[in-house]
Nanobody, 127 residues
Framework: QVQLVESGGGLVQAGGSLRLSCAAS????????VGWFRQAPGKEREFVAA????????YYADSVKGRFTISRDNAKNTVYLQMNSLKPEDTAVYYC????????????????????WGQGTQVTVSS
């Protein structure tokens, strides 16, 4: 079992930046693809970004492309989401999720394909 813990959320002004972290509890379990999803009040959870376990493949939602960057440090079993030029529309609870194997774009952007989920971290962007 892999336990994931998100951190780094908070309150920022529009145009500001935050870096979210997703840390795995077990150092031995580093061979997982990881995705970030977010959910705003009253809305469905949506895909934000994902990265293969090696870090060689990344995907981004169109709404965050060019502003957010996903990366990972497997030695620390940690995945990061650097969020720049934040907008009020980015306000949501952000969740990280991990999967043992994903086969393509459709898998990476579909929350049902992930096996483990963190508890989420709140990001609030003021206007």
């Amino acid at each position: 079992q892999v336990q994931l813990v998100e951190s780094g959320g908070g309150l920022v002004q529009a145009g500001g930046s935050l870096r979210l972290s997703c840390a795995a509890s077990e150092r031995a379990h580093s061979n997982y693809a990881v995705g970030w999803f977010r959910q705003a009040p009253g809305k469905e959870r949506e895909f934000v970004a994902a990265i293969s376990w090696s870090g060689g493949i990344t995907y981004y939602a169109d709404s965050v492309k060019g502003r957010f960057t996903i990366s990972r440090d497997n030695a620390k079993n940690t995945v990061y989401l650097q969020m720049n030029s934040l907008k009020p529309e980015d306000t949501a609870v952000y969740y990280c999720a991990a999967a043992r194997i994903l086969y393509g774009y459709t898998d990476f952007v579909t929350e049902g394909r992930y096996d483990y989920w963190g508890q989420g971290t709140q990001v609030t962007v003021s206007s």
